[in-house]
């Protein structure tokens, strides 16, 4: 049980393009997620809380235009990377949380690579 | 939020016990030690967790000071697959409930 998705696993695209990535909990209802993203060799950073149905809270210097996020359902997040540029290329991985409890499962993540 | 300190990276031969040292002099009387891995290029794998009392559970041992200063992670018989890096995290309180991850511990099992 507590497994999270994540799609795509990869993606690739072009400078100025917009990219969603969708973060799904397969087995449980979550009303928070949260959204980290990871540079080579680097420690996960969290980047925004989202909780269904209402406005994500973002991290101190985390770009709510370029990151969005939507909640809309127990089960579903997305990130949408607006303008791409080859900066934001990184590893993007998603948590839920449970809402019984308070454990944290996180998905496989996103390899976002920008050209 | 309370902070972590652990080493950057640390051996351990396959088939004996690694441990895994972690700091947070800081931790607070209700804030928990949570310690997930991650191998590369996957998302981390929660292991254990614990407040003040030792945990055990099929993957690994938590070992907590009595003062809380500091845990250790316990892994009874390591091996290859093993290899990742370790994260000790204390749980922010509160409704959101965050995981700051620190630097973590690259642990490198050694055949």
């Known amino acids: 049980g507590a497994v999270v998705s994540q799609h795509p696993s990869r993606v690739i695209c072009k400078s100025g393009t917009s990219v969603k990535i969708e973060c799904r909990s397969l087995d449980f209802q979550a009303t928070t997620m949260f959204w980290y993203r990871q540079f080579p060799k680097k420690s996960l950073m969290l980047m925004a809380t989202?909780?269904?149905?209402?406005?994500?809270?973002?991290e101190q210097g985390v770009e709510k235009d370029k990151f969005l996020i939507n909640h809309a359902s127990l089960t579903l997040s997305t990130l949408t990377v607006t303008s791409a540029h080859p900066e934001d290329s990184s590893f993007y991985i998603c948590?839920?949380?449970?809402?019984?409890?308070?454990?944290?499962?996180f998905g496989p993540g996103t390899r976002l690579t920008v050209t | 939020d309370a902070k972590t300190t652990q080493p950057t990276s640390m051996d351990c031969a396959e088939g004996r016990a690694a441990n895994l040292p972690c700091n947070h002099s800081t931790i607070s009387g209700n804030e928990y030690v949570y310690w997930y891995r991650q191998i590369h290029s996957q998302g981390p794998q929660y292991i254990i967790h614990g407040l003040k009392n030792n945990e055990t559970n099929e993957m690994a041992s938590l070992i907590i000071t009595e003062d809380r200063k500091s845990s250790t992670l316990i892994l009874p018989h390591a091996t290859l697959r093993d290899t990742a890096v370790y994260y000790c995290?204390?749980?922010?309180?509160?409704?959101?409930?965050?995981?700051?991850f620190g630097t973590g511990t690259l642990l490198a099992v050694q055949p």
């Open positions: 995290i204390v749980r922010v309180g509160g409704a959101t409930n965050k995981l700051i």
């Open positions: 948590s839920a949380r449970e809402w019984t409890s308070y454990e944290q499962y």
């Open positions: 989202s909780n269904e149905g209402s406005k994500a809270t973002y």
